[in-house]
C-alpha cells in the first residue's frame, strides 16, 4: 500500500444549527463555545530541522525557487488546505488574523521559526473543539428527513464562514447528510447517531493527541506542498510507511490511499494487488470502515490519522480485512458497499502482462485478427536481477516473450497501458525499443539545465507491425515516456484519454545523513528533473494527447497533473537526433474519420458513450437533497440504470436477466463488455488495411 500526502489531520464532515431550521424542536442548553485546549508547542530539535529542509528546497530542488514572499504565500494556503480543506473551521475572522503571516513565513523558515505554524494549528484545534460540542448537541436534537432542503458538498473554493451561525448551517445540513446516508446504506436513524456520535468525539481526541512531531509533519509537508506536489516530507514513522511502499513487499490490499476531502481516498490500485484483482475497489472510493476477519466488529475510520487507517488495514499475508467502501464514481449520493479482501504480497508475476486474441471484422468484410497485450506496471526484479538470475522477471522480458509468441497469428497489436502508473525508467526505454529498435526513448533534464538521454541499445526492433498505444487518465509517469516516444517515432497510433502529465523525476534524501542527528530524523522526497520526449515536449502537466480520443470514466479534470497544486508547468527543450516515419501520420486524418464513424452509428459505441456520461453526471454532482424520499428515488434510479446496462449485455451473451435486488456484478464478473479497448482493436484493424505493405514507409532524421 502506497501512502500519499501522509498525516492531513481528520477535518469533521461538518453540521450543527441555525436557528428557525426545522430540526429547531428541542430545547436543551446550546453548548458554550469558549472551550480550552493544550496548546501544542514546538520542540527545539525542530528548528534546525526546519532550517536543513528549507535549505534543501531552495537549493536542489527542480524549480529552484527562492524562499521569498511569493512562496511564503504558497505555503499559507496549502497549510491552510491541510488543515480545513471544506473550510468547515475556520472562521474569516481567523483568516484574516493569518494574513500577518502571508508574507512572513519565508522569513521564519529561514530563521527556524515554528511559531507561526503552531499558532495556526492550535486555533485550528480550538475551532474543532467547538464543532465537536455543537455536533454533539444537535446529534441530540435529531432530524427531520420529509424538508426538501439541499447541501452542496463541494466547499473546496467556498467562502469562509462569516460568523458561527453561518457555519452552523452548513454543519447541521452536511452532518443531515452523512446521517441520511448511512440510514440509506441500511442503518437505523439510532445506530447512524451512536456512530456519528463516536465519529466525531473520535476526530477530537486524535486532534488533541497530536504531538509537536505530527504537527511538524504536516506544516513541513505544506512547505513541501509549495514547490510541487510530488515533492512531501516524511516523518520517522511515515518515512518506515514509504519504505514498505517502495520495495512492494507490503502484505496488505495494494492501494495507493491519501486523505482528500476529509477521508480516506483510494488514489490507485497496485496492479496485481488483492484490490485490483478483486475489481471491487476503484480510485476515488472512500474507504469509511475496516473490520478485521470473517466476523470481527466495524472500526469507523472517518476522521482518524492516515497512518493509523494504514496499520488496521495492514497486515499478515493470507487474512481476511473487510472494508466499508462509498464508491466515488456513485457521486455524493452514494451509499456505502462491503468489500472482503484477503492480504497478500504483491508480486510481480501478478503485475504481469498478459495477451489474448480478438478476431475483428474489418473494412471489406475482412477478418483480422489483433493481438492485445496488457501492461499493468513497469516492473523488474531488480534484486534477482542484481543476483545474476537468468530468467528473472520484468516488463521487457515478458512483453518479449508474448510478442514471440503471437509471431505469425495476429495482423495487428494493441499495447494496452490503460490504469498503468509507471515504475522503472529503465524498462519503458527497454520495452520501447521493441517497437523502435536502437535509439533514444527519452531527454531527462535536471535543475542546472543538464541534459541525458535514455537509449534503446538492445538492436533491431521485435515487432514492426501496425500497433495502437491505448491509454487513459491514470497512465502515468512511464506509461507517458513509453506513449510519447512511439508517437513521435511514427510507429503507432496513440488512442484514449489524454494521459496523466507526470514528468517529474523524485530523489529521497535521508535527512540524518545530513543532520548528524542520533535521534531518526525522516526522509525528504524531493523533485530534481523533468522528462522530455524525443522531439523535446515534455510530459508534464499535459500528458501525452491521444491521435483519436476515447473517452474513458476517468475525469481529467479530478485526476491528473493539471488538477494539482503548485505543479511544475509544460515546456520544451531542443528536440535529440532520431529517425521518426512519417507515414502513420498521414493516415490518422482517415483512421479519425472512420473512428467518428463507428462513433455515432455503432448500438455497443453509442450505449457506452452513453453510460459514461451518465457515471460522470453522478460523479460531478455536488448538490444533494436532504429528503428521504428524494435520495431514495435517486438510488432506485442509478440501481435501475446499472440493473439495465448490464441486462444488456447478458441478453446478448445468452445469460439469465438480473432481477430488482439481485447483486450487480462488476469488473470481471460483468457482462459489460470493455468498448474502448474493442474499438482500439478496430482502429488497429483500419490501420492493417491502410498501411498496406510493411515496406511504405517515409523514414527521416529529426532533431538535432
Known sequence: MHIIRTLKFPILLPLVLLLGSPEAFAKPAVPSTDIAVDAVMPASRHASLDRTIAELLSQHHYRQSSLDDRLSALILTAYLDELDFSRSYFLAGDIAGFERYRDTLDDALKKGDLHPAYDIFNVYLRRLAERTARIQFLLERGFHFDVDESLNVDRKDAPWAASPAELDEIWRKRLKHEMLTLILSG????????????????????????????????????????????TAYFSPRNTENFNIQMRLSLEGIGCVLRMEDEQVTVVELVAGGPADLSQQIKAADKIVGVAQ???????????????????????????????????????????????????????????????????????????????????????????????????????????????KDLDGKIDGLVLDLRENGGGSLQEAVDLTGLFIGDGPVVQVRNASGRVEIERDSEGGRLYGGPLAVLVDHASASASEIFAGAIQDYGRGVVVGDPTFGKGTVQTLVDLNRLTRAKDPQGQLKLTIAKFYRVNGSSTQHRGVQPDIAIPSVVDSEEIG?????????????????????????????????????????????????????????????????LQERQRRAEHERIEIWQRDRENRYRAVKSLPPLKAGDEIPEGKDSAIPDEALEESARIVADLVVLAGTPDAKSTVVMGR
Request: without cysteine.
Open 561 to 625: 497533473e493539471s488538477a494539482q497544486k503548485n505543479a511544475l508547468p509544460w515546456d520544451e527543450i531542443a528536440a535529440t537526433r532520431y529517425r521518426g516515419d512519417r507515414s502513420l501520420a498521414a493516415l490518422v486524418p482517415e483512421l479519425a474519420r472512420r473512428h467518428g464513424e463507428r462513433a455515432a452509428s455503432d448500438p455497443d459505441y453509442l450505449a457506452f458513450l452513453h453510460d459514461l456520461e451518465f457515471t460522470k453526471q453522478q460523479r460531478s454532482q455536488t448538490t444533494v437533497s
Open 293 to 403: 476477519g470473517e466476523d470481527g466488529p466495524w472500526v469507523d475510520v472517518v476522521g482518524w490519522r492516515l497512518d493509523d487507517v494504514v496499520e488496521r488495514i495492514r497486515g499478515q499475508r493470507g487474512t481476511v480485512v473487510r472494508l466499508k467502501v462509498l464508491p466515488g464514481k456513485a457521486g455524493a449520493t452514494a451509499a456505502e458497499k462491503t468489500v472482503r479482501l484477503v492480504r497478500d504480497t504483491i508480486k510481480l508475476e501478478k503485475q504481469a502482462a498478459k495477451s489474448e486474441v480478438k478476431t475483428v471484422q474489418g473494412p471489406e468484410g475482412r477478418k483480422l485478427r489483433i493481438g492485445i497485450v496488457t501492461v499493468p506496471a513497469f516492473y523488474s526484479d531488480f534484486e534477482a536481477a542484481r543476483r545474476g538470475v537468468e530468467d528473472y522477471r520484468s516488463t521487457t522480458r515478458d512483453v518479449r516473450q508474448l510478442l
Open 187 to 230: 442503518k437505523d436513524q439510532a445506530a447512524a447517531r451512536e456512530l456519528l456520535s463516536k465519529r466525531y468525539d473520535n476526530r477530537l481526541r486524535q486532534a488533541r493527541q497530536s504531538s509537536s512531531d505530527d504537527v511538524f509533519q504536516l506544516y513541513m509537508n505544506a512547505v513541501a506542498q509549495a514547490f510541487d506536489p510530488h
